[in-house]
């Protein structure tokens, strides 16, 4: 949620900011009720006051043996003036609150406008592989080694669904191994979260109300439902909801592992078929808490993690920064880790690393006491993918693949594969 004060104070300047997702803000109608609601603050404030001075006057009177009827009565019709303007208090409230719930997030003034054509490449690591021979798809690799089964995937739960099997549950489960020792190993908390979470959390994460139809809902879509998660920072910047930490508690950082559930994928391309889109993935997610001063080296932080679990890996990848019209709506920069995919030709996502700043705590009212001012302020959060194996297993299959068909494992997966180094 954006500082109401900001817009009060410079809304040209906000709607800029924004015009830079492509989204067009009108201020008019809320600045209109913004002045609306503070006027009948005020007046009730007011009110309240009166209904506390005759109050007051009552027992002075009834002890001086005064008629205290038209006192209560003026009392009492205070209270019903008082009850009227409450009312409308609460129907501007609700409008003002829903308007800014949303809004999105304001990109960094560094970031360029526009959408994927204005993404930019600023880094490549490693060299793109080079076959001698005909190189295999990640799909030819997995049914000719029995790593995933995709058609019996779809007939359990339909397209975008996939069962991974011997070796290739092994690897899978390797992955997210190594994924979380790096992460401990680097002084974060590891978590198992809740998959099924509650309106709030997506409303704190700031996915919720827009993107509400983009999720799996367990029963009925409502304010009571709960949903099945369709990452963990849904649940991770949620943890401290409605709290006030200390200064020296901060950074708060978090690995979290879940399956990853989501409605919007699956527009099943020739090029998206596999595992590369699916309506269910693992991912290690990672989250951190910080001071605002803390907030960039925080970044900084995931990103490096993120390249160096990857690097690791062995595989070519180049890392982008987006335009701020493809930053998703919590989110003020982005920088994204892509892979390279060789059946494919093009580079795919595996981890996006992104600031919030204040826009989710201030949704979800998380806090901390500033030491030297000793006033409360809202905490940044930032998220990184820490990793998603959905595309990471499809290149990393292409990437290591031999010409008799084998595939050969990382080193660093090979001691969470029982010491084996080639998948035949």
Known sequence: MLDINLI?????????????????????????????????????????AQRNANSALVPK???????????????????????????????????????????????????????????????????????????????????????????????????GSWIYRGLGARLEWALINFFIDEHLADGYEFLLLPHM??????????????????????????ENSKFLLPTAETALVNIYRNEVLKESDLPKKFAGYTPCYRREAGSYRSEERGMIRGHQFNKVEMVQYTTPKDSDKA??????????????????YQLSKLAAGDCSASMCRTYDIEIWIP?????????????????????????????????????????ASGLATSRLFPALLEQYQNEDGSVTIPEVLRKYMGGLEVIR
């Open 197 to 222: 979470l509650n309106y709030e959390c997506g409303l704190g994460a700031g996915q919720f109300p827009k993107f509400a139809d983009d999720v799996y809902w367990i029963d009925n879509k409502s």
């Open 343 to 383: 059946s494919m030709g093009i580079y795919k996502e595996v981890s996006s690393a992104s600031n919030a700043r204040d826009y989710q705590a201030r949704r979800n009212n998380t806090r901390y006491r500033n030491e030297e001012t000793k006033k409360l302020e809202y905490v940044h959060t930032l998220n």
């Open 299 to 316: 970044f900084e932080e995931l990103v490096g993690k993120a390249e160096r679990i990857v690097q690791k890996l062995g595989l070519h």
């Open 61 to 159: 009177y009834k002890k001086e043996g005064k008629d205290v009827s038209e006192i209560i009565a003026s009392t009492k019709k205070i209270g019903e003036e008082i009850s009227v303007l409450d009312e409308k208090i609460a129907t501007l409230d609700k409008e003002i609150t829903n308007f800014l719930l949303s809004l999105p997030n304001m990109p960094d003034e560094d970031l360029l406008a526009g959408e994927k054509e204005n993404n930019k490449v600023i880094k490549v690591w490693g060299e793109k592989p080079n076959f001698s021979f005909k190189a295999k798809s990640h799909i030819e690799i997995c049914e000719d080694l029995g790593l995933v089964d995709y058609e019996r995937g779809a007939k359990l739960a339909g397209n």
């Open 8 to 48: 009060r104070q410079n809304p040209d300047y906000v709607k800029n900011s924004l015009a830079k997702k492509g989204y067009e803000a009108d201020f008019t109608v809320f600045l209109k009720q913004d002045g609306e609601k503070r006027e009948l603050i005020a007046e009730v404030e007011k009110l309240k």
